[in-house]
């Protein structure tokens, strides 16, 4: 709930407004879903990030595909969409790389 509401909820109460109270707290309670909808699991955000990997490597391929069978004139675009795939798999593989070595860390610890 913002400080705004607050105020507006205060306000309300002091003119015993029912239809302005019930106002108040829908406002509330609408702020309070939509920002539990913005949260995902991390497990949501990795799987999104690995279905995104996946489909620049198909795109790179397909168009791979399409430049040697004479389909895809413009080698801009097969450049492009290599480069993007190689990013993609390198970012992936430093996270890789970096939450290993953080699992190690961990492993590491005395308790």
């Known amino acids: 709930m913002k400080v705004t509401d607050l105020a507006g909820y205060r306000s309300t109460q002091s003119f015993g407004s029912a239809a302005a109270k019930k106002s108040a707290m829908k406002s509330s309670q609408d702020e309070n ?8 699991s991390f497990s949501d955000v990795l799987q999104k990030a690995i279905n ?19 389909k895809l004139d413009n080698v801009h675009d097969l450049t492009i ?9 390198s970012l992936a593989l430093e ?7 953080s699992y190690k860390e961990i492993m590491r610890m005395q308790i």
Request: proline letters at 0%.
């Open 33 to 40: 879903k939509q920002s539990e909808g913005l949260i995902e």
């Open 52 to 70: 995104d990997l996946g489909a620049l490597e198909a795109d790179s391929s397909r168009k791979t595909n399409d430049m040697l069978t004479g």
């Open 81 to 89: 969409a290599m480069e993007k795939a190689k990013i993609g798999l």
């Open 95 to 101: 996270v890789r790389n970096k939450a290993l070595e």
